[in-house]
């Protein structure tokens, strides 16, 4: 049973994230879902950049850390989209993390890299967060610094398609993320 702490997107604790994290408890993992925000979650990427905008980056990661302190130091980071960035952003302050996974956006700084430390990757293809040029240095410099890394890209499909109440949603590329992620994650 592995520890993870899934962080959400701009858009918030939304209800695709609570039955992610259900799902990974199901699967046998010890799973945290903190409320980056402090506030309802919404249902536009308006609205979800207005409310970043609103509570701001420094809370945000405040509340990260805070949600971290009881984790053990080998815990799974992970995060959707803005999540994931939150996540990559903490590696550096959790060196003995089991693993990165990544769901809908890179993140994760390639300093904090350990050599060997897993990373998976599930994104649609294309997406426009980020760029094409921005993600291919964020894998070439993933890579150069010794990840284990996994890129699964899902065509065809928007960027948050994993979430079933927005337009994005796309329910067979869903399940596939799960699968992957379901096994990368017993792996750790």
Do not use: C, K, N
Request: charged share 20%.
């Amino acid at each position: 049973m592995g520890h993870v702490v899934l962080f959400h997107s701009a858009y918030g604790l939304r209800p695709a994230v609570v039955t992610a994290a259900d799902r990974l408890r199901a699967a046998g993992h010890h799973v945290v879902t903190p409320d980056l925000y402090g506030a309802p979650a919404v249902d536009t990427i308006e609205a979800a950049f207005a409310l970043l905008d609103q509570v701001g980056e420094v809370a945000v990661l405040g509340r990260a850390r805070a949600a971290l302190r009881e984790t053990p130091p080998d815990v799974v980071l992970a995060g959707f989209s803005m999540g994931a960035g939150v996540a990559g952003a903490l590696l550096a302050e959790r060196p003995d993390a089991a693993a990165l996974l990544l769901l809908h956006g890179a993140g994760g700084a390639p300093e904090a890299v350990r050599p060997g430390l897993p990373v998976q990757l599930h994104m649609a293809d294309p997406d426009e967060y980020p760029p094409e040029p921005e993600l291919g240095r964020w894998r070439r410099a993933m890579t150069g610094a010794g990840a284990e890394l996994s890129v699964h890209r899902y065509p065809g499909v928007g960027h948050l398609y994993t979430d079933p109440d927005l337009p994005d949603h796309d329910p067979a590329a869903t399940r596939q993320t799960w699968d992957r992620a379901i096994a990368f994650l017993d792996g750790r």
